[in-house]
């Protein structure tokens, strides 16, 4: 029996009819026209996943820059209070606030927290104290001897002795202060001041004994205390400034005559005995009084806005 198997050397019936062998299997047309498709699916997917990239980037860094001036910062260097205004004392009308401020603004309106300090008003004798140093402008007196004032702000011209008062010029921006100092060499035990108070619209004056020098701060920076009088016409709050920024330790009210008005303060250990215009002394205790004494002696002028006019200084005194 015979078989008719195909000569394995006749390539014509096995390559086809031009004897060549396919070098691998020919693709269909439908499948090279999915194969276009999905390489344009997968480039269009990369341009839009780029694309998501960068905005998501840019936006990021936009953020960023939007945010930037808003951010605080934490005061931490030095031993002043990077406060904008440490103790800003409210136009009459006002509550006394206590509460620190992040922002250059107007004094606010809200109730200053007391601290419970025990406070004696009335039947009460402080202590003499003999000052070491004193300058009687209305007298002819002139700028005291070796001391030292800063300013910031803008007032009309800087402080200076005027027509038998010391005063700076009017202001012509928000939160315009000066500060004149005297180092007494040994810790404060007694600071005051005669106020000479505008008619309208008066500017706020205080009266303090700093832990380290005001001079050695800038803008409204200021050192700590626990001896500080702040006043305004009617009114006088006692003020420390610590490492927690400042609060009112105590306050009072008084009735005012005419527009000049005397303040003194005497301090002994962590006491502090302030005697008002009208001759009421009122004792006040607080451990921070003692703890953040000093030697420089200060008689500072500040006017919160436009418009006030400059309290000025009749009389100053320290020992």
């Known amino acids: 029996m015979s078989t008719t198997a195909p000569n394995r050397g006749d390539r014509s019936k096995v390559a086809g009819g031009d004897g060549k062998r396919p070098e691998g299997p020919l693709p269909a047309d439908g499948e090279r026209v999915d194969r276009t498709r999905w390489s344009k699916i997968v480039m269009l997917l990369n341009v839009v996943l780029i694309a998501g990239v960068a905005i998501i980037g840019l936006s990021h860094l936009r953020t960023q820059d939007q945010a930037g001036p808003d951010v605080a910062t934490d005061p931490t260097t030095g031993v002043a209070s990077t406060l904008p205004v440490p103790d800003a004392i409210p136009s009459a009308g006002e509550t006394p606030s206590s509460s620190p401020s992040t922002a ?21 004798t402080a202590p003499r104290v003999e000052a070491r140093m004193r300058s009687n402008f209305a007298k002819g007196d002139g700028w005291p001897y070796g001391a030292g004032f800063r300013e910031t702000g803008r007032p ?26 005297k180092w ?19 500017g706020a004056a205080a009266i303090t004994a700093w832990h380290t020098s005001v001079l050695d701060t800038a803008g409204l920076q200021q050192p700590r205390t626990g001896m500080r009088l702040a006043v305004l016409p009617g009114q006088w709050r006692l003020v420390a400034i610590d490492a927690d920024g400042p609060s009112v330790i105590t306050s009072g009210t008084y009735a005012q005559v005419g527009h000049s008005a005397s303040f003194d303060l005497v301090r002994r250990d962590s006491t502090i005995w302030v005697t008002d215009p009208t001759g009421l002394v009122t004792r006040v205790d607080d451990p921070r009084i003692g703890s953040l004494s000093g030697p420089w002696a200060s008689w500072e002028l500040r006017d919160d806005a436009v418009g006030k006019r400059p309290a000025a200084f009749q009389e100053i005194w320290a020992g």
């Open 104 to 124: 250059p603004a107007t004094p606010s309106s809200t109730p200053a927290a007391p601290t419970g300090a025990p406070v004696t008003s009335g039947n009460v």
């Open 156 to 181: 009309a011209w800087p402080l200076g002795v005027v027509d038998g008062v010391m005063t700076h010029g009017q202001p012509r921006a928000a939160n315009t202060v000066s500060w004149l100092e």
């Open 184 to 202: 007494m060499k040994t810790d404060v035990r007694t600071i005051g001041a005669r106020v000479l108070f505008a008619p309208n619209h008066s």
